[in-house]
């Protein structure tokens, strides 16, 4: 049963759909397997679904929101403590 | 395709209003107690709660002068009653007589003129009262779609915004230019990051290059603060519900407009003069934004809120419409559309936009929305520099 979302092929995370315990499957997708989730994460928010570098850009919605700032593993829960703008910085 | 129709009145300068309010309009926050007696004890009159006036720089003033007068003279407002103190600095004589310009009856009144708060709410109550009478044998005929000025507005958004409010606003956005409405995207300090999009929406190079230079501008004026944008934009119900990154907010938020091209970019407050979708300069701030979508002649504006945002305007029927269904569930006096059914999966992005288009021309011919049926009326005006 699918219980996230993927904006766009070029997405690195899906943002889910319902609420999920560590451990628990996250599918966006019915006729593939999916990632497991290594957080709890609440509806809304962002599970990845590719191993994300530090530095490197976050897709969703075929397009970046932002820099990871340590390394995501695949189900990691991705929000404000690895996620981080680039815009919305005072300084920098 | 067929051009729908809707009962609107045809106002004696062309434009078509679809409420008859009477607006109470205080020159500064001083003459708002006497307005309140106005608005509160005439059925039909409505509160312009405006607070400044005095001790704002002369750009402040004007252009606040500018935007009460386009609310004295919006098509839902059938009369104008000024209420000023005396010795502020926005004259409300002058304020009277640019509403005055318009097809609708003013009348200015002034406190220290008149003796005082109730003496002045007396006289107000009873000129309303006439200009409410007088609306009485104004009756409703056939207007086409194109007739409207539609605002999109998102406020208290969360991840549901991107994914089902905002573009089920976009599938209604598409429908209304289809009809040549004039809608307006606004919130730049909500579009860093979704430049991209945006030219590629732009009607031309030359309409993107402002479009960029309007968010450029904005970054700038919101760094020169010295402070990052985190908490602001997103703000901390906005992380709660899953958004982490202005980015993230302005790809979500930038599909209320759908797929029409971008055909002309508006300062705050000023009316589009276009047909098709147009850009407003307006903050992020929600009853601002709001404030300056109506002095540019919004009809109607169409709001959607993840979280739950229950704000309205006093002379414009705001529509709720949430992407998230367990907000609708508990907040369901507030929300006019559950776009949360897109997804649950029972309904279309489509179809849900079909259902705010048909909502909205209920609500073009009278239907109160749930922001009006609680007297919602929230008013908060653009203002750049110091209070002195």
């Known amino acids: 049963m699918r219980n996230a979302l993927k904006l766009?092929?070029?997405?690195?995370?899906?943002?889910?759909?319902?609420d999920v315990s560590a451990g628990e499957q996250v599918i966006w997708d019915e006729g593939l397997s999916g990632v497991e989730a290594l957080d709890a994460v609440s509806f809304g928010h962002k599970v990845a679904v590719v191993a994300i570098e530090a530095g490197s850009r976050v897709m969703k919605y075929g397009a970046s929101i932002g820099m990871a700032t340590e390394p995501i593993a695949v189900g990691r829960h991705v929000h404000v403590h690895n996620l981080k703008s680039v815009r919305g910085a005072a300084k920098g | 395709m067929t051009q729908d129709t809707f009962m609107g009145y045809v106002r004696p300068d062309g434009r078509v209003g679809i409420r008859n309010h009477v607006a109470i309009i205080p020159s500064c926050g001083c003459a708002l107690r006497a307005a309140q007696m106005i608005a509160a004890a005439v059925d039909g009159?409505?509160?312009?709660?405006?607070?400044?006036?005095?001790?704002?720089?002369?750009?402040?003033?004007?252009?606040?002068?500018?935007?009460?007068?386009?609310?004295?003279?919006?098509?839902?407002?059938?009369?104008?009653?000024?209420?000023?103190?005396?010795?502020?600095?926005?004259?409300?004589?002058?304020?009277?007589?640019?509403?005055?310009?318009?097809?609708?009856?003013?009348?200015?009144?002034?406190?220290?003129?008149?003796?005082?708060?109730?003496?002045t709410a007396d006289k107000g109550i009873a000129f309303a009262r006439q200009m409410v009478n007088a609306a009485k044998t104004m009756h409703?005929?056939?207007?086409?779609?194109?007739?409207?000025?539609?605002?999109?507005?998102?406020?208290?958004?969360?991840?549901t915004s991107g994914m089902a409010a905002n573009p089920a606003l976009g599938e209604f956005s598409d429908l209304m230019t289809a009809q040549a409405a004039k809608v307006i995207l606004a919130e730049t300090s909500e579009l860093l990051g979704a430049e991209h999009v945006l030219r590629q929406r732009s009607a031309s190079p030359e309409i993107a290059d402002r479009l960029i230079a309007?968010?450029?501008?904005?970054?700038?004026?919101?760094?020169?603060?010295?402070?990052?944008?985190?908490?602001?934009q997103p703000s901390p119900g906005n992380v709660r519900g899953g958004i982490t990154t202005v980015e993230e907010k302005a790809l979500g938020d930038v599909r209320k407009g759908g797929t029409s091209p971008i055909v002309d970019v508006l300062a705050y407050g000023d009316p589009p003069t276009l047909p098709g979708l147009s850009f407003m300069d307006t903050p992020g701030n929600d009853l601002t934004s709001v404030v300056g979508l109506v002095a540019?002649?919004?009809?109607?504006?169409?709001?959607?809120?993840?979280?739950?945002?229950?704000?309205?305007?006093?002379?414009?029927?705001?529509?709720?419409?949430?992407?998230?269904?367990?907000?609708?569930?508990?907040?369901?006096?507030?929300?006019?559309?559950?776009?949360?059914?897109?997804?649950?999966?029972?309904?279309?992005?489509?179809?849900?936009?079909?259902?705010?288009?048909?909502?909205?021309?209920?609500?073009?011919?009278?239907?109160?929305?749930?922001?009006?049926?609680?007297?919602?009326?929230?008013?908060?005006?653009?203002?750049?520099?110091?209070?002195?």
């Not at chain 2, 409703?140 to 991840?159: F, H, K, Q, V, Y």
């Not at chain 2, 776009?339 to 705010?356: N, S």
């Open chain 2, 140 to 159: 409703r005929e056939p207007c086409p779609i194109a007739a409207l000025t539609i605002g999109l507005e998102c406020g208290g958004s969360d991840a």
């Open chain 2, 45 to 119: 009159a409505v509160l312009i709660d405006y607070h400044e006036g005095c001790g704002i720089t002369d750009a402040d003033m004007e252009l606040a002068k500018g935007w009460l007068t386009a609310f004295g003279r919006h098509p839902n407002v059938i009369g104008s009653v000024v209420v000023g103190l005396g010795c502020e600095g926005l004259d409300p004589h002058d304020l009277g007589a640019r509403v005055a310009e318009g097809w609708a009856p003013s009348e200015t009144l002034v406190i220290q003129e008149q003796g005082g708060t109730r003496s």
């Open chain 2, 296 to 388: 540019g002649g919004s009809h109607i504006v169409t709001f959607t809120t993840g979280r739950g945002n229950p704000m309205g305007n006093p002379i414009v029927p705001v529509i709720k419409i949430t992407g998230n269904p367990q907000t609708y569930a508990k907040m369901t006096d507030d929300m006019d559309v559950n776009a949360g059914l897109a997804i649950t999966g029972e309904k279309t992005l489509a179809e849900v936009g079909r259902d705010i288009y048909d909502l909205s021309l209920r609500v073009a011919e009278g239907q109160l929305t749930k922001a009006e049926a609680l007297g919602h009326g929230e008013f908060m005006i653009l203002r750049q520099g110091p209070i002195y």
């Open chain 1, 8 to 18: 766009h092929p070029a997405d690195t995370v899906v943002t889910m759909i319902a």
């Open chain 2, 214 to 232: 309007t968010i450029d501008a904005c970054e700038a004026f919101l760094k020169s603060t010295g402070e990052d944008f985190m908490g602001k």
